[in-house]
């Protein structure tokens, strides 16, 4: 118990800690913030429960108004902006990729972890993303999910990196990989 | 430790953050039922009323929070007004502006230590279902902590990496990070573990 909820509270300061690392802009222009990797590394880590509670966790104190969202954004106002579906998308996003992870128990870490964080933390993550600014923007579907596609090789440079320090982590520690074991 | 809480005292520090959630539950949920852009005007009006009660210095600092939405306000007029329904595109604005300012008012008036008894206090329900409510109170003390110190050891292993290499800092630094803070973790829960644990209280 003690080592579950330390390990739930260093992720979600993990994700706090990503999101202070200064952006770099694509080529195309549009900045790439660390932040969604420690999503994703959540699920990757921890596994699907304990990597969605770690995301709580990170919520729950940016809505008690901790600026921990990239660009050291927090408070309640940042619940009723135009990207709160990515908020409410996180944990499930985190979610998905701890279960895939551990549905994928037999095949090596690295490409287990790749495809649990495609799927779970862009795929996954983006739905509920696009949602949310379509009911807060009024925009079209296709208009949403067409402003995202400039994110989209940022998020599978973070897959990768996020898969490779998984593998790293299992290969040096690997009893702190809890979706492992 | 950094917070969002404004050091300007207003007249609304003094009010109870539980009474201040659920106002701004209920004038959240006005906000999206209205649908008419002088009602709009009429809600911003109110909430830049609310803020200038706290004085100027107060509206400056709460209009410094609303930077990231003036992308959003400048996307949604411009896709609406391509699309010629300029009025729902201004509702829209109008809307986002006035809710995302009110729950910065809340946060910018509120001490994060009220927001957490607010939180333990809605969780207490949980209690009587047999779930323990202690840890998440205890989680929320260990990020806090667990951020400053992380962002310490980074630093550490970055200076580490110039002292030696002309080249920058590049992304192989985040393992031997993740190792660092994960080590770290282990040795708290194992320090919790040989003090009682949660069992304590």
């Known amino acids: 118990m003690e080592r579950q909820v330390t390990l739930i509270a260093l992720f979600a300061a993990l994700i706090a800690v990503l999101g202070l690392v200064p952006k770099f802009t694509l080529a195309s222009g549009i900045p790439i913030t660390a932040q969604g990797m420690g999503i994703m590394l959540c699920g990757t880590i921890l596994g699907a429960r304990r990597g969605a509670l770690a995301v709580l966790l990170f919520l729950g104190l940016v809505a008690l108004g901790l600026p921990l969202l990239a660009g050291g954004r927090g408070g309640l106002g940042v619940f009723a902006g135009p990207t709160v579906g990515f908020l409410i998308g996180f944990p499930i996003a985190a979610f998905v990729t701890g279960w895939i992870m551990e549905r994928m128990r037999g095949a090596p870490v690295f490409p287990a972890a790749i495809c649990a964080a495609v799927i779970g933390g862009i795929l996954v993550l983006y739905i509920p993303g696009i949602l949310g600014m379509v009911a807060m923007l009024d925009l079209t579907v296709t208009q949403a999910t067409l402003s995202m596609a400039p994110f989209i090789p940022g998020d599978l440079i973070k897959a990768g990196l996020a898969a490779a320090l998984t593998a790293a982590l299992y290969k040096a520690r690997p009893a702190s990989v809890l979706s492992r074991a | ?201």
């Open chain 2, 1 to 201: 430790m950094l917070t969002l809480t404004s050091e300007i005292r207003t007249p609304y520090h003094r009010l109870r953050a539980g009474a201040k959630l659920a106002a701004l539950c209920a004038a959240t949920v006005a906000l999206f039922v209205l649908d008419s852009v002088a009602a709009m005007m009429l809600a911003n009006a109110a909430v830049a009323g609310l803020y200038l009660v706290a004085g100027w210095r107060f509206l400056h600092a709460g209009l410094g929070l609303l930077k990231p939405v003036w992308f959003f306000v400048a996307l949604v007029l411009a896709w609406h007004g391509l699309t010629g329904d300029l009025r729902a595109g201004t509702v829209i604005a109008l809307r986002l502006i006035a809710a995302v300012a009110l729950a910065n008012l809340v946060t910018m008036t509120s001490r994060f230590d009220d927001l957490v008894e607010v939180v333990m206090w809605g969780l207490s329900p949980l209690r009587r279902l047999g779930v323990r409510t202690a840890p998440i109170g205890f989680a929320i003390v260990l990020v806090v902590r667990f951020i400053p110190v992380m962002l310490d050891k980074a630093r550490l292993l970055i200076d580490a990496w110039r002292a030696r290499s002309p080249r920058r800092p590049g992304w192989q630094v985040a393992l031997p990070i993740t190792l660092v803070a994960v080590d770290d973790a282990e040795h708290v829960a194992e320090a919790l573990r040989a003090r009682g644990g949660f069992d304590m209280d």
